[in-house]
Every structure is written in structure tokens, then in C-alpha cells.
């Protein structure tokens, strides 16, 4: 992979500008990273990502530790790097440390889009987004992506299956189905995808025959068995690489 600009060894985070700002203030979490730990001060250039795209180059005018402004000396809107939307919902496993790393993950692959599932075998019933949001917007800035993926609250699985609108909508598990194909074989270039990955326990044979009659395709991750963080890394992986 290419080397990225020097500057770009640190980015930094501001939801509220658009190309036509020109001097921002940086909230007290982004201010005491920039100044305090990164030790950044008066006249130093900064890159600001807004999360939708928003690429901005900018100088500090008061390096302070709270509320650290800069002035903006540039700004591009990047385009998003694929055609389709990515969306993985997947059930969040027992411990969250597993499901942590997954969504850093599939953050640096690249994804639009993760809904926590409520399956009937979820081991975990209760998900706090709070960290997983500020796991998302690290993991965003150390892969320099500019889009931020949408993070849902915890969907019970009948009430999302219910309302999914993507064109392709694929559902992997772990039961004997002579029908089922690799997921690599299924997708589609263009259209948007959704991907479900059921919890540690696999999805109850209920919620695949459900699935299945509102148009979901089931699909195979591979030879093996997976554990549940690992059949979501795998699956955005495989629709990165395949649609491209």
C-alpha cells in the first residue's frame, strides 16, 4: 500500500464544520489529545476529519488543553470509496471484548454500516454503544478513513429483518444447506449489501427459515467454523475485496 503524507500521521476529529469553515474549535477530548498528549502548539498544521468525508487542513491559533482552535487553511470533500453501502449486523458475542475488536476491524476494512443483533441464542442480551462509538471514530482516524460507519442500538432479530432495505441480503450460518453458496460467488457489483452473522450459539433454525422467506440468501464464510467476530471480519473483508 501506498505511504500516506507525513501530515497525515495524526487526524483529529470535528463533527459540526463543512467545507465552507473556516475556524473551529476542537472538543475538550480532541483538544487534550492534540495539546496536551501529542504536545501540538501555536502555528502547527492538523488534519480534521468531519465523518462524512470532510478532508480538512488546518493550523492552531490557541493551543489550548479545553478548547483548542484552529483555523482551517483547507478543505476537500472526499468521495466514498465504493460504489454500494456495506452493512453487517451481526449478534454481539459473550465477551465484549471479542465484539470490540471486531468492529475496530471492520472499521479499518471499511464499512458503512453495523447493527448489534438480539438473536434468540444471543448470550448477550444488554450493549452498551457508548465505547464501541468511540472504538469506531479511533479506529476511523488510525485507518484515515473520513466516513464514519452508523453504529445501531441492539435490534431484536425479527423487528430488523423486517425492516432491511438493502438490494442484496445474505445470512450465514452454521446448518447442513445444500443450497447455500460462498459469499464471494453471490455478490453483486453496486448494489447495497447486508450481511448477517448470527451469535456463538448460530442463529435458531427458525430465524434462517424466517430469513429466508422475506428473500434472504444463505451463504457459506469458508470451509471452517468461525467464531462469531471472526465470520463478521471475514464477511466485510469478502465484500471489500469481491466488489471492487
Known amino acids: 500500500m501506498p505511504l500516506a503524507p507525513a501530515i497525515r500521521q495524526n487526524m483529529f476529529y470535528s463533527p459540526n ?9 476542537l472538543s475538550e477530548e480532541e483538544s487534550m489529545h492534540c495539546v496536551k498528549v501529542l504536545r501540538y502548539t501555536r ?12 478532508l480538512f487542513k488546518a493550523v492552531i491559533t490557541n493551543p489550548h488543553p479545553k478548547h483548542c482552535e484552529v483555523r482551517i487553511i483547507s478543505a476537500v470533500q472526499q468521495p466514498r470509496p465504493r460504489d454500494y453501502h456495506l452493512h453487517i449486523a451481526v449478534a454481539p458475542t459473550k465477551n465484549i471484548e471479542r465484539m470490540e475488536w471486531m468492529v475496530e476491524k471492520c472499521t479499518e476494512i471499511g464499512i458503512d454500516e453495523i447493527t448489534p443483533l438480539l438473536c434468540h441464542y444471543s448470550e ?41 432495505q438493502e438490494e442484496s441480503r445474505f445470512i450465514a450460518h ?3 444447506d445444500d443450497k447455500r453458496r460462498e459469499l464471494k460467488d453471490e455478490l453483486q457489483s453496486g448494489k447495497s449489501c447486508l450481511i448477517l452473522i448470527g ?42 475485496l469481491m466488489k471492487h
Open 124 to 164: 448477550r442480551k444488554q450493549l452498551r454503544t457508548d465505547r464501541l462509538e468511540k472504538i469506531i471514530l479511533s479506529a476511523a482516524k488510525q485507518s484515515l478513513n473520513t466516513y464514519l460507519p452508523r453504529l445501531n442500538p441492539l435490534t431484536p432479530f425479527d423487528e430488523f429483518i423486517s425492516n432491511a
Open 17 to 25: 464544520i463543512d467545507i465552507e469553515t473556516t475556524v473551529t474549535v
Open 43 to 54: 502555528g502547527d498544521e492538523i488534519e480534521l476529519m468531519n465523518g462524512t468525508g470532510g
Open 199 to 240: 451469535p456463538e450459539g448460530d442463529f435458531s433454525e427458525e430465524e434462517v427459515r424466517t430469513a429466508i422467506s422475506k428473500g434472504y440468501i444463505t451463504v457459506l464464510l469458508g470451509s471452517t467454523r468461525l467464531r462469531t467476530e471472526t465470520a463478521a471480519i471475514v464477511a466485510c473483508h469478502t465484500a471489500i
Open 174 to 176: 452454521c446448518y447442513k
